[in-house]
Structures are given as structure tokens and as C-alpha cells.
């Protein structure tokens, strides 16, 4: 069992793992990991360990999005095609 990094930490780690990513979003584990099978979170994944890095700041601010448009009444698959459209002009994310 892997002991916790600090926040200070992890807030200046280029990439976290999707439990930290609830420790800074305020979001539940269920919902990201939700997130992440389709396909609206990026994430990189090391053979080796199997263990999901996420791009701190990209997630951080994908979150939100995902966020804003939920409060705005949208369904799951309208925001994913909201984040496709946006992928290519915003994010600058490859993968």
C-alpha cells in the first residue's frame, strides 16, 4: 500500500492519479473512473503496474468543463460531443 502524496505535492506533479484527481476536484471516485471509460478524461497508463496517470492540469480543467455542462442540464453524451468538438482547439491533447 502506497502512503499518500501531500497536496503540495501533488499539486506541483505533472501528472496524478485518479485518486488524488478527487482530492482536487472534489469529485467522486465513481464519477472519474466513470469519466475516464468513456473516453472524456486523458490519461497514460505504464505497462508495467497498470496504474492511470493523468496530466494534472488538463484533467483539473476537463473536470470542470465536464462540470459546468452538467449544471447546464446536458447529458453524458452531449458533453462528449461537446469535448470532441472542443478537444482539437483547446486542450492541445494527443491520445
Known sequence: MSRQRSLETILK????????LVRLTDTRYS???Y???EGMLPFEQEEENLTRRYPREASIRRIQEI?????????????????????????????
Do not use: P
Open 13 to 20: 506533479a505533472e501528472y496524478v492519479t485518479i485518486g488524488e
Open 31 to 33: 464519477t472519474l473512473k
Open 35 to 37: 469519466y475516464t471509460e
Open 67 to 95: 462540470k459546468e455542462l452538467r449544471k447546464e442540464g446536458m447529458t453524458i453524451s452531449e458533453i462528449k460531443e461537446v469535448l470532441c468538438g472542443n478537444n482539437q482547439k483547446t486542450s492541445g491533447i494527443t491520445g
